[in-house]
C-alpha cells in the first residue's frame, strides 16, 4: 500500500467494495488498498487464473484480507447480468462499485452485443453493471460509485448517432469517445442520484500518465513489436507507477471530504502524474444535455433502466 494510502484513506472495516479489472493495474492497486483497509474486495474480472493470481499477490501482503473472486465479461451483456444476479444472492447491499476495467486503442473489434468494443466495454458495460448493481448500492449507507476515465476524455468528439461507429472508425478517437462517455455518465448518476433524494454519490478519476498493461493490448492483438516497444519505451521515461495512478480512485472511493459530482486526478504536471486533486473539467464534460440524450441511447442499448417508481 502506498505511503499516502496509510494516511488518507480511513478504515473500511465492515465495508463491501466491487472493483472491475482487478486482476491487474490500477484495479490491482485500488483492490490491494480497499482490502489492506480491511474492506472485503469482490474482485470482478473476466480471466479468472489471472484473477486468482491476483489475490494471491494481496493475500501475500495482507494475509487476512477479505477477497472473493467473480467472473465478470464487460464486452457480454449476459455476463454482467449473471455477475450482478449472484452478486445480489450473496450480498444485500455494495457500499463502493470501482468502475476500472477497460480496453484502449484496439483496432476495430465487437463486443458479443454487436457494440464497438472500447465503446461497449468501457462505457455501455459499465453503464449496464451499474444499473444491474443499483439495488444494493441503495441499500447501503453511505454508496459510492467512482468511474475511471482518463485525459484522453477532453479530446472527445461523441457522435450519439454513430456510437458504435459503424460509418468510420479511428481506434484512438474511439478510446477518447469511450473516456468522454465514463465522464458524462459518473455526472449524470449523480444528477440523477439526487433528483431521486438517494444517498448515492457518484463520482469521477482520471490516473494521469500511469503505465499499466492496458497500454499493450491494441499492440498485443496487432501483433505491432514497433507498438509494443514504443509504448514501452515512452512508459519508462514519461509514466508514473500504477500505484501512483490509481490513488485519484482511492481518494475518490474513500475520503470523506469529496462528494458526488466531484472529479479527481493527479496534481502536477498538467494532471499527468502526482497526488489526488480536484480536476480540471474539459468543456466536453459539461454540456448536462449530451449526458442526458447518452443516458437514454445507454439504456436502449443495454435495455437497462435505472430507476422505477417505486425508487
Known amino acids: 500500500m502506498h505511503a499516502w494510502a496509510h494516511t488518507h484513506v480511513p478504515s473500511l472495516e465492515g465495508r463491501l467494495a466491487v472493483v472491475t479489472g482487478a486482476n491487474s493495474g490500477l484495479g490491482w492497486q485500488a483492490a490491494r488498498t480497499l482490502a489492506g483497509k480491511g474492506a472485503t474486495v469482490v474482485m470482478a474480472c473476466r480471466d479468472q487464473e489471472q484473477a486468482s493470481q491476483a489475490r494471491l499477490s494481496i493475500l ?13 465479461d464487460l464486452a457480454d451483456l449476459a455476463s454482467i447480468r449473471a455477475f450482478a444476479e449472484d452478486f445480489r444472492q450473496r450480498h444485500s447491499c455494495l457500499d463502493l462499485l470501482f468502475n476500472n476495467a477497460g480496453v484502449m486503442f484496439l483496432p476495430l473489434r465487437h463486443t458479443r452485443d454487436g457494440f464497438e468494443m472500447q465503446m461497449g466495454t468501457n462505457h455501455l458495460g459499465h453503464f449496464a453493471l451499474t ?15 467512482v468511474g475511471m476515465t482518463s ?6 468528439r461523441l ?17 477518447c469517445n469511450s473516456k468522454q462517455a ?15 433524494r438517494t444517498p448515492l454519490q457518484s463520482l469521477a478519476a482520471h490516473p494521469g500518465y500511469a503505465a499499466t498493461n492496458l497500454q499493450y493490448g491494441a499492440s498485443a492483438l496487432s501483433g505491432s513489436r514497433s507498438g509494443y516497444w514504443g509504448m514501452r519505451l515512452a512508459n519508462a521515461l514519461f509514466a508514473q507507477p ?4 490509481a490513488l485519484p480512485a482511492i481518494s475518490a472511493l474513500t475520503e470523506p471530504h469529496w462528494r458526488g459530482g466531484a472529479y479527481i486526478g493527479p496534481d ?15 468543456s466536453n464534460a459539461r454540456d448536462s444535455g449530451l449526458a442526458e440524450r447518452l443516458w437514454s441511447l445507454s439504456e436502449e442499448l443495454t435495455g437497462v433502466r435505472y430507476w422505477s417508481a417505486e425508487h
Open 60 to 72: 501475500a501482503e495482507y494475509p487476512q484480507a477479505r477477497l472473493e473472486l467473480a467472473r465478470l
Open 131 to 145: 444499473g444491474h448493481l443499483l439495488e444494493p448500492l441503495l441499500a447501503a449507507e453511505r454508496p459510492r460509485v
Open 151 to 156: 485525459g484522453f476524455n477532453q479530446f472527445g
Open 159 to 175: 457522435r450519439l448517432d454513430d456510437l458504435n461507429a459503424r460509418r468510420g472508425y479511428n481506434r484512438h478517437l474511439a478510446y
Open 182 to 196: 465514463n465522464l458524462l455518465f459518473s455526472l449524470e448518476l449523480q444528477r440523477r442520484a439526487e433528483a431521486h
Open 242 to 245: 500504477a500505484e501512483m495512478g
Open 268 to 282: 502536477r504536471l498538467l494532471e499527468t502524474r502526482g497526488y489526488p486533486r480536484a480536476a480540471r473539467l474539459p
